[in-house]
């Protein structure tokens, strides 16, 4: 049975930082996509940073320079570096996992539940 459980969610005030993690059991890495999404009260879900089993990164515009995604496959966890946030960045955050695509959330096979990222001003 896959599981993502994600940690490190909180709340902070602007300008400061967070690392979100999120161990995946059940599966490995290979042939996968990991994604971090974030849904707003009231809002769609949307994608905030994808990473390939190959490594290469994408980042919605938003938190460019600001945020890092890595993965550490021997560990199967999948980590999300937050810098300088904002209260814009006020959100649930989801790991995802997917064969095929992280780009939408309608290709996700695997979510994690959630956690929660307050940021204050």
């Known amino acids: 049975q896959v599981e993502l459980v994600e940690s490190g969610g909180g709340s902070v005030q602007a300008g400061e930082s967070l690392r979100l993690s999120c161990t995946a059991s059940g599966y490995t890495f290979d042939n996968y996509c990991m994604a971090w999404f974030r849904q707003a009260p009231g809002q769609e879900r949307d994608g905030v940073a994808t990473?390939?089993?190959?490594?290469?990164?994408t980042y919605t515009d938003s938190v460019k320079g600001r945020f890092t995604i890595s993965q550490d496959n021997a560990k199967n966890t999948l980590v999300l570096e937050m810098n300088s946030l904002k209260p814009e960045d006020t959100a649930s955050y989801y790991c995802?996992?997917?064969?095929?695509?992280?780009?939408?959330?309608?290709?996700?096979?695997?979510w994690g539940k959630g956690i929660l990222v307050t940021i204050s001003s």
């Open positions: 995802a996992a997917s064969s095929t695509s992280c780009l939408r959330p309608a290709a996700i096979k695997y």
């Open positions: 990473i390939n089993s190959d490594g290469r990164t």
